[in-house]
């Protein structure tokens, strides 16, 4: 099972106090895997302006292996604003030739980027209904 969450170690915490007999090994990856969301109307025509396979076909928490510009790339059809989203996942190498990636192939769709935490994760979920819990 794979878990992208802001929220680890209380995630850790809940699912080892709710395990009873079953035996769950966890294993955090992290420093190993890169995430870049694309979030909105337009995140599935930015996904395929850069992906090397189409990714119409994907439902809500399916993930697709294809490749960007010749490197290896997951995407989870996953959203936090409420809206349409994705999520790539890749090597943290390769972060600024994805991101070089997206601003260029996401212009003709209007493409912006939030970097602010508490944007990202606070107030667009809280407007779609949203709420981040940190007990």
Same mark, same amino acid.
Not at 62 to 69: G, P, S
């Given at each position: 099972?794979?878990?992208?969450? &802001?929220?680890?170690?209380? &995630?850790? #915490?809940?699912?080892?106090?709710? &395990?009873?007999?079953?035996?769950?090994?966890?294993?955090?990856? +992290? *420093?190993?895997?890169?995430?870049?969301?694309?979030? !909105?109307?337009?995140?599935?025509?930015?996904?395929? *302006? =850069?992906?090397?396979?189409? =990714?119409?076909?994907?439902?809500?928490?399916?993930? #697709?292996? +294809?490749?960007?510009? !010749?490197?290896?790339?997951?995407? *989870?059809?996953? !959203?936090? +604003?409420?809206? &349409?989203?994705? %999520?790539?996942?890749?090597?943290?190498?390769?972060? *600024?030739? =994805? %991101?070089? =990636?997206?601003? %260029? #192939?996401?212009?003709?769709?209007?493409?912006?980027?939030?970097?602010?935490?508490?944007?990202?994760?606070?107030?667009?979920?809280? %407007?779609? !209904?949203?709420?981040?819990?940190?007990?």
């Amino acid at each position: 099972m794979w878990i992208t969450t &802001l929220v680890i170690e209380e &995630l850790k #915490k809940w699912l080892n106090d709710n &395990l009873g007999d079953r035996v769950v090994n966890f294993k955090e990856i +992290t *420093a190993e895997i890169a995430l870049y969301a694309i979030q !909105g109307p337009k995140s599935r025509d930015v996904i395929n *302006a =850069i992906v090397a396979d189409n =990714i119409d076909d994907l439902e809500n928490f399916d993930i #697709k292996q +294809t490749t960007v510009d !010749g490197i290896g790339v997951m995407v *989870a059809k996953a !959203g936090f +604003t409420g809206s &349409l989203g994705y %999520e790539l996942h890749f090597h943290p190498k390769f972060s *600024a030739k =994805i %991101e070089e =990636i997206i601003s %260029e #192939k996401g212009k003709p769709f209007d493409i912006g980027e939030v970097t602010l935490a508490d944007v990202m994760l606070q107030t667009l979920p809280a %407007e779609a !209904g949203f709420i981040l819990s940190h007990d």
